[in-house]
């Protein structure tokens, strides 16, 4: 299994999948990703909050569940790092407890804001997210743990502003930046005129209708895509369906007969039910 600060120097894009729980982790592997994404926005819904909510044990927790799974690695986003630079620090040292390949760090005024979500965007000042970023790389023991600095200035100041601060971040030390667009344009704009490695997010609809394919985006020095909601949100309307059906006496047409019982058996071989069983009865004979 390769480190994510090894991919990353490689030539390509990696795709890394929303994973909220170990089998969505497994899944991922299944599929032949090489890395996940635990979103802070996506775990905020699934807990019916948001992501301004959430606190850093809970998803320290969440990946210490993944990563016991997994061996995939998993980049977190860790929103605005909760706190000032001093609070970085404990920010940096559980992250890399729990051992996280990379982090991802806004410049979102704290406490977050729940209107994040509606597209109105509070950040801090530049000079101050440079700050978080020293104090991030400070705390850093592992020097495997990537330093991703974000910014949502794209909203909140404009495209022009966002590659502004992009560029001083990149020289406060960031390993990695991302500017929040999800139009083709800016994003070959930022590769053009942004040192690599850059971050992304993937289109919710995939890259087969993208105007740029993952080759394209790793030529302007995209190195990381994270499907931030589109796992989740395919989860929710199966598990919207699966309820409306049962509640209405119907069959529900996604499963189809049988699939229900079809679909259970591959989870439990995706969670390593077998395995489970062989070590059980190897161990467990009576003498």
Known sequence: MQKL????????????????????????????????????????????????????PELAEVALDMRAACRL?????????????????????????????????????LPRRVEHHVGIDHLVPTDFMVKKIAA???????????IIARTNA??????DEALRRAEVFHKAGADMLFCYTRNAEELRIMGERLPPPLMMFAPPDGFSTFALSPG?????????????????????KAVRQSYDCLAQDRMDPFLGPGGAEKEMKAAQETCGLDALLEIERRTMKEA
């Open 154 to 159: 794209r909203r909140a100041g404009g495209f």
């Open 216 to 236: 394209d985006l790793a030529r302007l020095g995209y190195r990381l895509a994270a499907s931030s909601g589109t796992a989740f949100a395919a989860m929710v």
């Open 73 to 109: 690695p998993i980049v977190l986003d860790a929103g605005g790092g909760w706190g000032d630079p001093v609070h970085v620090h404990r920010t940096i040292a559980l992250t890399e407890a729990a051992g996280f390949a990379a982090i991802e760090i806004e410049d979102q005024l």
């Open 5 to 56: 600060n090894e991919l990353i120097r490689g030539n390509e894009l990696i795709v890394a999948p929303v994973a909220l729980n170990p089998i969505m982790a497994r899944l991922a592997a299944q599929a032949g990703f090489k890395a996940v994404y635990l979103s802070g926005g996506s775990l905020g819904w699934l807990k019916c909050v948001t992501e301004a909510n959430l606190t850093l």
């Open 136 to 146: 991030a790389r400070e705390a850093r023991h592992n020097p495997d743990l990537i």
